[in-house]
């Protein structure tokens, strides 16, 4: 960069003689504008201009060097280098070279970063040095301070130039090598040395996969025809190119994948729809290029992109480039110009319905297969598969599990034998038993139990009357789902919940079922209302009011259960909705709630005494069965429920009723006792083994009027 050298005024001599005032001209006409002049004491105009200036003291020093000393040291003149050699010529002219103000201020070492230089920008810091130490001021109307702009050299200015050329060179080459090693086709899908490679041969097979039949039908023909493909095309048949599995996560999509390659004995391309896309343009589409090429080099084979969704959503406007470039791409290597003959693709996604039109379309993927949640059936046959090598009690039940567990995946039911299994583990168990698993499933369904908590009494108090309420409603009301289990301890955000489970899958609700869930969520509050008073309500049912004002509004928009609002299916955010049809709606919310809230007081109200009891069992316990709650309001048993009293799951503390529906059985011992006596040992294990005889012939006479049906 060019340098500034500042032209510092220096103490005038002492012995010098004093100059006249001095006096700017304005310029004239025949002058440029910038051209200022300056008139000194000697009679003469001091040009502006540095070359000029060093022209003129040098003719001044030819006749009148004390002059030139005067100019120089009064500011009056450049610091130049021109200037500062006239300036020293007439000191030793002058015969001042001894009493100069420069040759002071470096013997007086006040100039020693000056000194250093040796520059014209050091000597006039020097000058400038000397000036303050006289207590001069510079830069005054009176006394202009000069400056000038220096050039710098051909030699710096060309290693300037080198250095950024060097430093830009460097950058460069380290983005282009960050670019040839994260854009190369070498992850996932591309092997790891440039060229995409069919993944190691996998040891699942169709046997494996278990709650998804019809899927794996759909599967088997695909089998099928890579293993024989004359077999198909004999009669001019086509298979189709593409199949897409659809459905929730965890219900073994990529599973029934691996399956058909361990069942195909073909090559198997496995990748994600995220491994194509990079942070550079034109990256998605050449790996798209690289897999098609190598399947179709090794084609017959399978070609399997796991979330799809990633690189095959419906494309926007407002999308990037390189995003749509690789859509494009895949489009074709689908159904374009060229054929993949021998190639099959299978792909996976949760989300089908964010898909691009033109990748679903017949050509590409002519199949689309639901991969839903398994049935009760499914669920015991993943539960079997998943507890294969877990060490099992013999009163595991599998059937009664999986009936518990409506909406779980395979990797929920996966996760719930894991859970088990640890729990059983570190409760010191032998072997993993119905209360293990109840524990594990709870804790899926209802979160983990946060028993540090501390809740206050009163509080504990108000929402076991509330659960009390919940539970009782759900007990007495028709229609109702069965409780599967209640508790006051804090899980989650809650203090307290009602866990509700259906007795098999349902598809469909009724009217019936669904008022009669109406009611069980208004059951809480009603309960707070009696026991505690209007004025002692809380904000804990704020949840169950919200719930249930959303189920109304279904039942009345959606469902087509209001006589004022008839069969028509109206959208509530519909902007479009005139007003009458609003009021008329919300008038029909209410009245469904506040029926719903007086039939939950009116039982309530029936069983107040059982209200009571149940909740100072909450107080007592804090988590009650289902099993549990039926006993205590004296309700016959459901099936399922032997299976915990086997294993003493729930049969602690409460005066519990046998199952078979007999007296009741004795209570066993607290946790201060020294245990049960012979004799009430003996009862027990009585009880347990009626139980679970009981059980058996109520089994046995299911499998036989289901064996006579067949």
């Not at 282009?176 to 996998?202: H, N, V, W």
């Not at 709650?211 to 004359?230: H, M, Q």
């Not at 009245?591 to 809230?597: G, T, V």
Request: charged residues 25%; glycine residues 10%.
């Amino acid at each position: 960069a060019a340098s500034t050298a500042r032209a510092l005024r220096a103490p005038a001599h002492p012995a010098a003689a004093p100059l006249a005032p001095a006096r700017w001209s304005v310029p004239s006409a025949t002058r440029p504008a910038a051209r200022r002049t300056f008139t000194g004491g000697t009679g003469g105009t001091v040009p502006s201009s540095a070359s000029e200036q060093a022209r003129y003291l040098r003719d001044l020093n030819r006749n009148d060097p004390e002059a030139v000393v005067r100019l120089y040291e009064q500011g009056k003149v450049v610091a130049s280098e021109g200037n500062l050699a006239e300036y020293l010529k007439a000191l030793v002219r002058s015969e001042k070279l001894n009493e100069s103000a420069l040759l002071r201020t470096l013997q007086r070492g006040a100039s020693g970063e000056a000194a250093a230089g040796g520059g014209v920008e050091n000597a006039a810091r020097a000058m400038g040095a000397a000036a303050l130490v006289n207590g001069e001021v510079l830069g005054t109307a009176q006394s202009p301070l000069y400056t000038q702009q220096l050039e710098p050299t051909f030699k710096a200015q060309l290693w300037r130039t080198l250095r950024t050329l060097g430093t830009a060179f460097i950058i460069l080459s380290g983005v282009g090598a960050l670019a040839d090693e994260r854009g190369g086709i070498s992850r996932g899908i591309m092997g790891g040395d440039g060229a995409p490679k069919p993944t190691p041969e996998t040891k699942t097979k169709f046997a494996d996969v278990k709650g998804v039949d019809e899927a794996k039908g759909e599967l088997v023909e695909i089998v099928e025809y890579l293993r024989s493909p004359a077999k198909f095309t004999r009669l001019g048949g086509k298979l189709p190119k593409g199949l897409l599995l659809v459905g929730p996560p965890g219900t073994g999509k990529t599973m029934l994948a691996r399956a058909v390659a361990g069942e195909a004995g073909v090559p198997f391309f496995y990748t994600s729809g995220s491994e194509f896309e990079e942070m550079f343009v034109g990256v998605g589409a050449r790996r798209v290029r690289d897999l098609f090429r190598a399947a179709k080099a090794a084609a017959p084979c399978i070609v399997f992109i796991d979330e799809i969704d990633a690189v095959g959503s419906a494309r926007n406007p407002k999308d990037q480039q390189n995003t749509r470039m690789t859509l494009n791409q895949l489009l074709t290597e689908l159904d374009g110009f060229k054929k993949n003959e021998g190639v099959i693709v299978l792909a996976a996604t949760n989300t089908p319905e964010s898909l691009d039109k033109a990748l679903v379309r017949p050509g590409r993927f002519d199949r689309t297969v639901a991969v839903p949640n398994p049935d009760v059936d499914g669920r015991k046959q993943i539960l079997e598969t998943h507890a294969e090598g877990v060490t099992l009690s013999p009163a595991v039940d599998w059937d009664v599990i999986a009936r518990g567990t409506p909406g779980f995946s395979g990797a929920d039911l996966a996760n719930l034998v894991n859970v088990a299994a640890l729990r059983a583990a570190l409760d010191g168990a032998q072997k993993v038993g119905m209360k293990q698993l109840e524990y594990a499933k709870d804790r899926i369904l209802m979160g983990a139990e946060r028993k540090s908590a501390v809740v206050a009494e009163e509080n504990r108090r108000l929402t076991a009357y509330h659960e009390g309420g919940h539970a009782l409603v759900a007990l007495f009301t028709a229609g109702a789902r069965p409780v599967h289990k209640a508790t006051i301890v804090p899980r989650g955000q809650s203090l307290g919940m009602v866990m509700q489970l259906p007795e098999k899958d349902e598809l469909n609700l009724t009217k019936k079922q669904l008022l009669a869930m109406l009611d069980v969520t208004m059951g809480g509050r009603v309960a707070e209302e009696l026991i505690f008073g209007e004025s002692e309500v809380t904000t804990g049912a704020s949840s169950d009011l919200r719930q249930a004002t959303r189920l109304a509004r279904e039942m009345i928009t959606k469902y087509g259960f209001s006589e004022r609002l008839g069969l028509a299916s109206t959208e509530y955010s519909d902007y479009g909705l005139s007003h009458e049809t609003r009021l008329v709606i919300e008038d029909e919310v209410k009245r469904l709630l506040e029926e719903a809230n007086q039939r939950a007081r009116r039982l309530l109200k029936k069983h107040e005494k059982d209200l009571h009891m149940l909740a100072k069992q909450l107080l007592d316990k804090e988590t009650l069965t289902g099993a549990e709650l039926r006993r205590l309001v004296k309700m016959p048993a459901k099936s399922g429920d032997a299976s915990f009293i086997e294993e003493g799951f729930g049969a602690s503390a409460v005066g519990a009723k046998d199952v078979s529906g007999g007296k009741k059985a004795e209570k066993t011992s607290g946790a201060g006792s020294d245990g049960p006596s012979p004799a009430e040992a003996a009862k027990a294990a009585a009880a347990a083994a009626k139980a679970a005889a009981a059980a058996a012939k109520a089994a046995a006479g299911r499998a036989a009027a289901g064996a006579g049906a067949a």
